[in-house]
C-alpha cells in the first residue's frame, strides 16, 4: 500500500535521511523507535511532503511519485491519501473543535459543510468528545486537543495516518486517554505510522516495529523480534537505555 525507497534529506551540511526503505501494508500499524535525531520525525514529513526529500520515491497504492521533484498536483494527491497528527495538536484557536475538524474536509476536499459537520461529528464521536463539538482549544485538556487533531485525520478517511510523537507534548496523566484512543483506531484495520516513545503501545498495538538511529532502519521486525530478541547491537543499548532493569542483552 505504501512503499518508500531510498529516502534521503539533508539540512544544510547535516544529513538527517541516509537511504530509508520502508514498506507499509494496508492495516498495518508501524511503529518507528529510535534515539532524538535519528531521523524519525523528517522521514513522516518527507513523506507527506512537509518536508521536500533530496531523493527517493513512494509509491501509495497504483500512485508512484518522485519525493524531490513532485508536482503540486502529485503533492495534492498524497495528501488525499494520508493524515497527519502532530506533536503539538496543530490546532485553529480561533475555531472550535467540530469547524477545527471541518476544515480539511471543506478546504482541501471541497466537501459541503453540512455533509463536512456530520463527518466531523462522527470523528468526534468516534475518539470520545461527542460532548465537546462547540469547546474551543482553550476549552480543552492537552488529551482531548490531541484527540480533536486525531478526528481531523480520522474525518479524512486517508489510506494511512501518520502520527509524530502525538503523546510527547502532554501531561503524564493525560498521555493514556490518547493512546487508548489510537488502539482504538488501530482496532478497526487504520493503517498507522506511528512516531513514538511509548514501549507499551508499540509492543501491545504495533504489527511491525522500527528502530531507527543515525538516518537509517537500524532493525525491523515484529514486536516480539526486537523487543524480545533484537538482532542489533545498537538496539540492544537503546532499549536497555530507555527500558532499564528489563532486559539482559548479551552485547
Same mark, same amino acid.
Not at 503533492?75 to 493524515?83: I, L, S, Y
Not at 537503546?238 to 548479551?250: H, M, Q, T
Given at each position: 500500500?505504501?512503499?518508500?525507497?531510498?529516502?534521503?534529506?539533508?539540512?544544510?551540511?547535516?544529513?538527517?535521511?541516509?537511504?530509508v526503505d520502508l514498506k507499509i501494508n494496508k492495516g498495518d500499524v508501524v511503529v518507528i523507535l529510535g534515539p532524538s535525531g535519528s531521523g524519525k520525525t523528517t522521514l513522516l514529513r518527507c513523506i507527506n511532503f512537509l518536508e521536500r526529500a533530496d531523493k527517493g520515491t513512494a509509491r501509495f497504492g497504483d500512485l508512484e511519485v518522485d519525493l524531490k521533484n513532485a508536482?503540486?498536483?502529485?503533492?495534492?494527491?498524497?495528501?488525499?491519501?494520508?493524515?497527519?497528527?502532530?506533536?503539538?495538536?496543530?490546532?485553529?484557536n480561533n475555531k472550535p473543535a467540530i469547524e477545527n475538524v471541518m476544515e480539511g474536509l471543506v478546504i482541501a476536499r471541497k466537501v459541503p459543510k453540512a455533509e463536512a459537520r456530520e463527518i466531523a461529528k462522527k470523528?468526534?464521536?468516534?475518539?470520545?468528545?461527542?460532548?465537546?463539538? $462547540?469547546?474551543?482549544? *482553550?476549552? @480543552?485538556?492537552?488529551?482531548?486537543?490531541?484527540? =480533536?487533531?486525531?478526528?481531523?485525520?480520522?474525518?479524512? /478517511?486517508?489510506?494511512?495516518?501518520?502520527? $509524530?510523537?502525538?503523546? *510527547?507534548? @502532554?501531561?503524564?496523566?493525560?498521555?493514556?486517554? =490518547?493512546?487508548?484512543?489510537?488502539?482504538?483506531?488501530? /482496532?478497526?484495520?487504520?493503517?498507522?505510522?506511528?512516531?513514538?516513545?511509548?514501549?507499551?503501545?508499540?509492543?501491545?498495538?504495533?504489527n511491525k516495529v522500527?528502530?531507527?538511529d543515525g538516518g537509517v532502519i537500524v532493525e525491523e521486525g515484529t514486536p516480539h523480534d526486537i523487543f524480545v530478541s533484537p538482532k542489533e547491537i545498537r538496539t540492544k543499548q537503546?532499549?536497555?537505555?530507555?527500558?532499564?532493569?528489563?532486559?539482559?542483552?548479551?552485547i
Open positions: 500500500m505504501l512503499e518508500i525507497k531510498d529516502i534521503h534529506k539533508s539540512f544544510g551540511k547535516n544529513e538527517i535521511l541516509k537511504g508536482t503540486k498536483k502529485e503533492v495534492q494527491q498524497v495528501r488525499k491519501k494520508t493524515a497527519f497528527v502532530f506533536q503539538n495538536y496543530n490546532l485553529f470523528a468526534l464521536d468516534k475518539v470520545g468528545l461527542f460532548e465537546k463539538y $462547540d469547546y474551543y482549544p *482553550s476549552q @480543552l485538556s492537552g488529551g482531548q486537543q490531541q484527540r =480533536v487533531g486525531i478526528a481531523r485525520a480520522v474525518a479524512l /478517511n486517508p489510506d494511512i495516518i501518520l502520527f $509524530d510523537e502525538p503523546t *510527547s507534548a @502532554l501531561d503524564p496523566e493525560l498521555v493514556g486517554e =490518547v493512546l487508548n484512543t489510537m488502539k482504538e483506531i488501530a /482496532n478497526e484495520g487504520t493503517t498507522m505510522l506511528v512516531v513514538t516513545h511509548e514501549m507499551g503501545f508499540a509492543k501491545d498495538v504495533a522500527i528502530f531507527m537503546f532499549l536497555r537505555r530507555v527500558l532499564p532493569g528489563s532486559f539482559d542483552y548479551e
